[in-house]
């Protein structure tokens, strides 16, 4: 059973770095392509950014190319979102997420996902 405990969250300015760390158990880590996923409040799931399994290609929302980057220690079980920049609008909670080897429409992933873990909420606050 795939179960992953998301960290790293917490309150910075506009501007200001965080780094995420999401740690995968119940499943082969390294044969699937983790995703990360972000709920900002009254909002739906919106994928933020992705990492393929093996070849490591790496997939980011528009808004946070450039900002964002996402990175993964197979012998550890961990994928990385380091944040740099942040807006306001990178507010919201963070979760990782897996499926399959490859990121081909992981921003549909939450569509078919019916439980989460507990997430790292980031707030972006002046």
């Known amino acids: 059973q795939f179960h992953f405990v998301e960290s790293g969250g917490g309150e910075v300015l506009p501007g200001g770095s965080l780094r995420l760390s999401c740690t995968a158990s119940?499943?082969?880590?390294?044969?699937?392509?983790i995703g990360w996923f972000r709920r900002a409040p009254g909002k739906e799931f919106e994928g933020v950014s992705c990492?393929?399994?093996?070849?490591?290609?790496?997939y980011y929302v528009d808004s946070g190319k450039g900002r964002f980057t996402t990175s993964r220690d197979d012998s550890r079980n961990m994928v990385f979102l380091q944040m740099n920049r942040l807006k306001f609008e990178d507010t919201g909670v963070y979760f990782c997420?897996?499926?399959?080897?490859?990121?081909?429409?992981?921003?549909?992933?939450?569509?078919?996902?019916?439980?989460w873990g507990q997430g790292t909420r980031v707030t972006v606050s002046s």
């Open positions: 990492i393929t399994a093996r070849d490591r290609f790496t």
């Open positions: 119940g499943f082969t880590m390294k044969d699937y392509a």
């Open positions: 997420a897996a499926e399959g080897s490859d990121c081909a429409g992981y921003v549909e992933w939450p569509d078919s996902f019916d439980s």
